[in-house]
């Protein structure tokens, strides 16, 4: 029978509680340049997207001049390290999941839509980077989710097929990256919502499907 032997978790939203930080600091560098993002849109349209995305998605809907996308995405990276400093902390409910999961001999890893930089920073300012085996940022792939490509890559690096891996998201576009690469998934509302019983239910009910 086959087991699942892998979790893979996206990051903002599932393991950080990141995404108005993301709406705070791209707003403040559009702003720059007279240019905002409203709340409806950062949480319906632009959720889970790769910055440099959101950039060619205001070009083509609302005239952000494309040769601004460079400057922008370098100063939204800026911002949202900044912010990262002063508000990411450990959460003890994560810690405890991903300490199980490992000592039951699960393989780990995060793949995120989020630049390297800001994916390894928010980590180890969360005390959860000692549990991963891979890291998969939007530098390490062609193509961000809603396309497969970030799953793949890191089913790669752990060395699991589809069926033996569980995918923890929460927005549409990682869903849908989730679901085209085949694996199992656990979707959740809130970061609240990733706890140690809540994963294993999910483990549970993915090997009863296998």
């Known amino acids: 029978m086959t087991k699942i ?10 393991l950080i509680d990141a995404k108005d930080w993301h709406y705070e600091a791209l707003n403040r560098a559009l702003n720059h340049f007279g240019y905002n993002i409203s709340r409806y849109d950062h949480l319906v349209t632009f959720d889970g997207l790769p910055t440099r995305k959101k950039l060619e998605m205001l070009t083509r809907e609302h005239g952000l001049p494309p040769s601004l996308h460079c400057f ?6 800026l911002y ?3 912010l990262v400093h ?3 902390k ?6 405890y999941a991903l300490a199980n999961l490992r000592a039951a001999g699960m393989k780990l890893a995060v793949a995120s839509n989020s630049i390297r930089a800001s994916i390894e920073l928010m980590m180890q300012k969360s005390n959860l980077s000692g549990y991963l085996d891979a890291i998969v940022s939007n530098q390490d792939v062609k193509h961000g989710k809603p396309d497969p490509e970030i799953y793949l890559r890191a089913m790669s690096l752990l ?3 589809p ?6 998201e929460d927005n549409e576009h990682g869903i849908a990256a989730a679901r085209a690469a085949g694996t199992h998934l656990m979707i959740v509302e809130e970061v609240t919502d990733v706890t140690w019983d809540n994963v294993t239910c999910h483990l549970k009910l993915a090997e009863a499907s296998l």
């Open 80 to 82: 949202t390290i900044e």
């Open 5 to 14: 032997k892998a979790v893979i978790f996206d990051m903002d939203g599932v």
């Open 72 to 77: 922008l995405n370098d100063l939204k990276q």
């Open 159 to 161: 060395g699991v097929a």
């Open 86 to 88: 002063a508000r990411c």
């Open 90 to 95: 450990p959460l003890f409910q994560h810690e």
């Open 163 to 168: 069926a033996e891996t569980l995918v923890v």
